[in-house]
């Protein structure tokens, strides 16, 4: 269950590859602000041990739309992690009226 592996304490030890997976993959049952805070979590931790690419790259195949406006407004601006401009789609996304 992806749920439980991103909360697991090993989860800020696999490597970048394997992140990168998990966040890119369409079969992921997890809410995906808990995704996000795991692998922001992740970053924290591996951010001696890699590349600001690779973290730049693994933050934009979180699918930011996906997290509630409450949640973008409340968890993740204040991380200063998200994409700007993914994060700025997202509270577009969620500010368009019904049509």
């Not at 697991?8 to 602000?33: A, G």
């Not at 795991?38 to 600001?52: D, G, H, I, L, P």
């Not at 973290?55 to 200063?80: A, F, G």
């Amino acid at each position: 269950n992806a749920h439980e592996i991103t909360k697991e304490e090993n989860f800020k030890n696999l490597p970048s590859e394997l992140i990168l997976k998990i966040c890119q993959s369409s079969d992921l049952c997890v809410h995906e602000i808990d995704l996000y805070l795991a692998v922001t979590e992740w970053c924290k931790y591996q951010k001696e041990r890699v590349s600001e690419e690779v973290i730049r790259n693994i933050m934009q195949e979180i699918r930011y739309p996906l997290i509630s406006i409450s949640d973008l407004l409340d968890k993740v601006r204040p991380t200063n992690m998200a994409d700007t401009v993914l994060y700025t789609s997202a509270l577009e996304y969620h500010h368009r009226p019904n049509g």
